[in-house]
């Protein structure tokens, strides 16, 4: 049990050191960070989703135009 208690000491005391101004600053950084990141994924699935439509939608006319040419 002593050693918990020695253990739970040191945490204590480092937590007592913590330069709240560090905290801020990493808090500052990480929110940017996770908004455009979170953007960059949104960008790049509707880029993906725009393109994968315009693929489809070539195919699809193609697939109507030679039937129509009698080719099909």
């Known amino acids: 049990m002593t050693t918990l208690t020695a253990t739970v000491d040191r945490i204590n005391e480092r937590a007592g050191q913590v330069d709240w101004r560090r905290v801020l600053l990493v808090a500052l950084m990480v ?3 996770a908004v455009f990141y979170a953007a960059r ?3 790049r699935s509707v880029g993906w989703m725009l393109a994968w ?3 489809a939608g070539m195919v699809g006319w193609e697939a109507a ?3 129509r040419d009698g080719a099909g």
């Open 31 to 33: 929110l940017p960070f």
């Open 41 to 43: 994924l949104v960008v």
């Open 53 to 55: 439509l315009w693929a």
């Open 65 to 67: 135009g030679s039937k």
